[in-house]
């Protein structure tokens, strides 16, 4: 007779994997610094795409150990807290692991110039940590958490396209990657309203736990957003930005789409759909320019 761990990975489906497992992530920042590198010509090493999977699965993995350890009702959690929860010695190990190579992996392959700037966007991610453990609310005065995490992860898997060919300020007032970080926070943002009812018990620093009415309208909201990007998007047609926006933009117009349809689709399904509306224009875009 199987126990009762083994029952509940099973019945995992295989789709739905490499979201328990953290992949998703680290794919998506791959996929998008590689989007941005072909759009700008840049020349970036293998090593480099290495080291930026590595430090986001490293990221995601101790935000999830965190998460397990905080874990209140593990009846209402997500399949991937559960997961964490049931494995958390191996999985806290295994993190441990690679994130000593993930630093050797980044003192031997990456620039000194990313890294120097690799570390204040680390001070970011402490800040996020700290915030997950003891604090309630926005991160930064009304920021919600969902919107700082989107801006932070959509500057740290551009960084090394940046540092390898301008300077870093641009990084920050660039417009490609405000669309992206955009995209980002929406991502995140639709995440938290669909597992608005697990964050009820697990999570209430998610924005629709602070504001219950934001919920209700994302349908709503996540267009306009969609709008408004597609607008930027359109007056950039001619520019060097244009493919980058259109992604972002194409991006949103999915999520936005998915949201007008969250309540005939799974809590898994609708969670996976959200992070195919953030990579699959990407790796549109990437063939069309192939």
């Not at 020349?43 to 590595?54: D, E, H, Q, R, V």
């Not at 994130?99 to 003192?107: D, G, K």
Request: glycine share 4%; proline share 4%; hydrophobic share 55%.
């Amino acid at each position: 007779m199987l126990n009762t761990k083994q029952t509940e990975n099973k019945s995992v489906p295989f789709w739905l994997w490499p979201n328990v497992l953290g992949l998703d992530a680290p794919i998506v920042a791959v996929v998008w610094q590689y989007l941005f590198a072909t759009v700008f010509g840049i020349k970036i090493p293998a090593s480099n795409y290495l080291a930026l999977f590595l430090v986001v699965w490293v990221i995601y993995s101790v935000d999830r150990l965190l998460d397990a350890k905080m874990l209140n009702s593990k009846i209402n959690s997500t399949t991937r807290h559960n997961y964490y929860h049931q494995n958390y010695r191996v999985l806290y190990f295994v993190t441990a692991i690679i994130s000593i190579f993930t630093a050797v992996i980044c003192l031997t392959s990456i620039p000194f110039a990313v890294l120097k700037f690799g570390l204040m966007i680390s001070c970011f991610v402490i800040v996020y940590f700290i915030h997950r453990k003891w604090g309630r609310g926005g991160m930064i005065v009304f920021l919600p958490k969902e919107i700082f995490v989107g801006l932070v992860f959509a500057i740290g898997t551009t960084l090394i396209g940046y540092t390898w060919t301008r300077e870093i300020p641009d990084v920050f007032l660039s417009i490609p990657v405000i669309g992206f970080g955009v995209l980002c926070s929406m991502n995140c943002l639709a995440i938290s309203v669909w597992e608005k009812d697990s964050d009820a018990f697990n999570d209430n620093s998610a924005l629709p736990q602070l504001l219950p009415k934001f919920a209700s309208h994302f349908s709503l909201i996540s267009l306009i957003v969609f709008l408004i990007l597609s607008f930027v998007t359109y007056t950039s047609f001619r520019s060097e930005d244009f493919l980058v926006l259109l992604a972002a933009s194409l991006g949103c117009g999915m999520i936005s789409l998915i949201s007008f349809f969250e309540k005939r689709v799974s809590n898994q399904l609708i969670r996976v759909l959200a992070d195919v509306a953030v990579l699959a224009p990407a790796l549109l875009i990437i063939i069309f320019l192939k």
